[in-house]
């Protein structure tokens, strides 16, 4: 039982930084063949939002297994804390900087995002959340790596 918990474990966290890493080119894509950057953003922050929900549901579901396997010594490994901090990235991500940027979308909509004040406030806080994502990727190389 122990093993095939390990496997799941394993595969499903593949699969979301797999993920993770897809979507850098499949944001590329998008922004490159739909004419409207809108409609390209309104589809990537949908994919966005899925990866993020993704990313919870991996990252709760191997401390969980982690914790079944080794109790409390789970607190020991470094395995723990680098999940710990991915997850505490992906819900800062999905609770803060999403939505923040959702209302700047929102509130740039009339004078359009690229335009005005909002685009400064837009591309710092984009910015951030860009890094926030690449942030996850590595360390979720790090991750799959701690977990072989």
């Known amino acids: 039982m122990e093993n095939l918990l390990n496997k799941f474990g394993f595969i499903i966290t593949v699969i979301w930084v797999g993920s993770l890493w897809s979507m850098l080119m499949v944001t590329s894509i998008l ?30 579901t191997i401390i969980l297994i982690g914790i079944k396997l080794d109790g409390i010594k789970i607190f020991k490994k470094l395995f723990f804390w680098i999940t710990l901090l991915i997850l505490a990235s992906v819900l800062i991500s999905f ?53 072989r």
């Open 31 to 60: 922004f490159n063949k739909i004419p409207s950057t809108y409609i390209a953003g309104a589809i990537a922050a949908d994919m966005f939002q899925f990866l993020n929900y993704f990313g919870m549901f991996v990252l709760i």
């Open 95 to 147: 609770f803060g900087l999403n939505p923040l940027l959702e209302t700047l979308k929102i509130e740039a909509i009339p004078r359009d995002v690229v335009e005005g004040i909002f685009e400064n406030r837009y591309n710092t806080w984009h910015g951030i959340t860009s890094i926030v994502y690449l942030f996850q990727c590595i360390m979720g190389v790090l991750l799959i790596l701690r977990m």
